[in-house]
């Protein structure tokens, strides 16, 4: 069974960095490509990122100098960091592997 | 960056209705469009892949159509579980994007 699973801190101070985990079974992640997707509060949808199944990354170009994808494909997770967080980045967050998508973890964005 | 504008941003019907909402493209995508269906609180559902193929496990009520910069997702006879908010995706090229999503709420 595909299940995806983020996991993160809640709350983040702003300028600090965001580190988030997806924890995939039912893939190999060499097999497939994981992105990564964010909704603000009452927002739209916005893809962040994706690492592809060969291990290269491909950034969205707005978040691209804050942001780094990367994987364990031994522990089937896949890490998401992004640095100089402000309060716009308050969002949920999702890993996915299209279609499936994780439930999401919120990142809070917070002094 | 390709955008894609969905209307209407809000459309009011009754169940049973049957309803169509629209996705254009800034630029001809061919049929790299895909529909998802996002309840609250919930991750979002894929309903239509590459414009007009269905998935498994999608009421075929759901139907999508269009090719180059149109596209369209229709519901026939709508019923209660589907008021939710509804999103397009292209996956021509990168970065991927969505719709800013039409909401459909029960008039």
């Known amino acids: 069974q595909v299940q995806l699973k983020e996991s993160g801190p809640g709350l983040v101070q702003p300028s600090q960095t965001l580190s988030l985990t997806c924890t995939v079974s039912g893939f190999s992640l060499t097999s497939y490509h994981v992105h990564w997707v964010r909704q603000p509060p009452g927002k739209g949808l916005e893809w962040m990122g994706r690492i592809q199944n060969g291990g290269s990354t491909d950034y969205n170009s707005a978040l691209k100098s804050r942001l780094s994808i990367s994987r364990d494909t031994s522990k089937s997770q896949v890490f998401l960091k992004m640095n100089s967080l402000q309060t716009e980045d308050t969002a949920m967050y999702f890993c996915?592997?299209?279609?499936?998508w994780g439930q999401g973890t919120l990142v809070t964005v917070s002094s | 960056d390709i955008v894609l504008t969905q209307s209407p941003a809000t459309l009011s019907v009754t169940p049973g209705e049957s309803v169509s909402l629209s996705c254009r493209a800034s630029?001809?995508?061919?049929?790299?469009i895909h529909w998802y269906q996002q309840k609250s609180n919930e991750s979002p559902r894929l309903l239509i892949k590459y414009a007009s193929q269905s998935i498994s496990g999608i009421p075929s009520r759901f139907s999508g159509s269009g090719s180059g910069t149109d596209f369209t997702l229709s519901i026939n006879r709508v019923e209660s579980e589907d008021f939710s908010v509804y999103y397009c995706q292209q996956s021509y090229s990168l970065p991927l994007t969505f719709g800013s999503g039409t909401k459909l709420e029960i008039k």
């Open positions: 996915a592997i299209f279609p499936y």
């Open positions: 630029q001809g995508i061919s049929t790299s």
